[in-house]
């Protein structure tokens, strides 16, 4: 209950008396409901859930603290009823939610007021337990790319080895993939999200694999990058070579209190001392959680400092047209005093004969 407790605690500094939470990653975060529809009223002292009958007996058995009820008719009109019997004058929804919605809250006898990341701002400090389940989607990624590594070498196919990489991350007991996997070779590598085809890996190519694990609904995120041996690959080396210092220094960057445009800039800075700064276009990192980007948002846009409990990733990139790419990418976590790195797979180069 102490999440709700946090958000009952700020709904007076927001303007309102109750928040309705409809986005289903939400709504898991502060219930514990793993189902896909579901949607929740929080106020100083009521906790209720509503969903449909296909979810009735699942909420009974994953949400304590809440009042459960099941929806006979349009949501939307059953929750401004049911607010309005809670006493709710101004109830407020996440600003996310689609139009669509917000028209079909509109009810006389209640104001309606959006609200921006009103849970996404509590998901962003991790605690013990989700901390824990972070780690189990790291240790099942990487046990997942282990397995898969030998596939990434001339005459495999980008699809074969992205395909190889999903049943082994399955394997390990991850039951859903955060996102597509990238593997990108070639000239391919030099877009940072390129979808895995048909062509093989061939001598002198520049392979990127970024891929992800998940336990218990929670996600993690990584990137290697490889060199193929062959012909002129100087250049490459050299590429390589300038994403991993910059991997390194905006790690070394990050600090308790330090703000996350700063350790954008860190990496960005090293880059741009090698010469590639027009290739590096992304931001550096982002959270990493219940979804795979969240906040906060490691970028040159960033405005908050980063806090202890924060998990995010650190991604620098380099994409130069006709060449190829690198993406070093490594998930962090912010302590007290410092930082530790969670991700643990060996980034410097690895050129593969």
């Known amino acids: ?42 106020t100083k002292k009521d906790n209720i859930f509503c969903t449909d009958f296909r979810y009735e007996e699942q909420a009974k058995q994953e949400i304590k603290g809440f009042e459960i009820f099941i929806e006979k008719a349009e949501r939307p009109k059953e929750i401004i009823e049911r607010a309005k019997a809670l006493g709710i004058k101004t109830l407020g929804f996440e600003s996310t939610a689609s139009y669509h919605f917000y028209r079909s809250l509109l009810r006389k006898g209640i104001k309606i007021k959006a609200v921006g990341n009103f849970v996404e701002d509590l998901r962003k400090i991790k605690d013990a337990d989700e901390l824990a389940m972070i780690r189990k989607a790291i240790a099942r990624a990487e046990n997942a790319f282990l397995k898969t590594k030998e596939a990434v070498r001339p005459g495999f196919t980008e699809r074969q080895v992205a395909l190889r990489l999903e049943e082994n991350l399955k394997k390990e007991g991850c039951y859903s993939i955060p996102f597509d996997i990238i593997v990108a070779s070639g000239q391919n590598s030099a877009l940072p999200h390129a979808k895995p085809t048909e062509k093989k890996i061939k001598p002198g190519d520049l392979v990127v694999v970024d ?109 130069v047209p006709g060449i190829g790419g690198v993406r070093i990418e490594d998930m962090v976590l912010v302590e007290h005093g410092g930082r530790r790195v969670l991700t643990t797979l060996p980034k410097g180069l690895e050129i593969i004969y």
């Open 211 to 319: 891929w992800g694990g998940e336990a218990g609904g929670y996600f993690s995120d990584m990137t290697r990058s490889f060199l193929i041996q062959g012909r002129d690959i100087s250049r490459k080396k050299e590429i390589y070579d300038a994403v991993l210092q910059a991997n390194i220094e905006a790690i070394h960057s990050v600090a308790a209190g330090q703000s996350s445009r700063m350790v954008d800039r860190a990496a960005r800075d090293s880059i741009k001392k090698t010469g590639y700064s027009n290739f590096f276009g992304h931001g550096t990192g982002h959270g990493v959680g219940l979804d795979v980007h969240e906040l906060p948002r490691i970028s040159r846009l960033g405005r908050e400092s980063v806090k202890p409990g924060m998990v995010f990733t650190i991604e620098p990139g380099v994409y």
């Open 1 to 42: 209950m102490k999440r709700t407790k946090a958000i009952a605690d700020s709904l007076e500094s927001k303007g309102i008396d109750g928040i309705l939470l409809s986005h289903i990653t939400n709504v898991r975060y502060v219930t514990g409901f793993t189902g896909s529809s579901g949607c929740v009223v929080i």
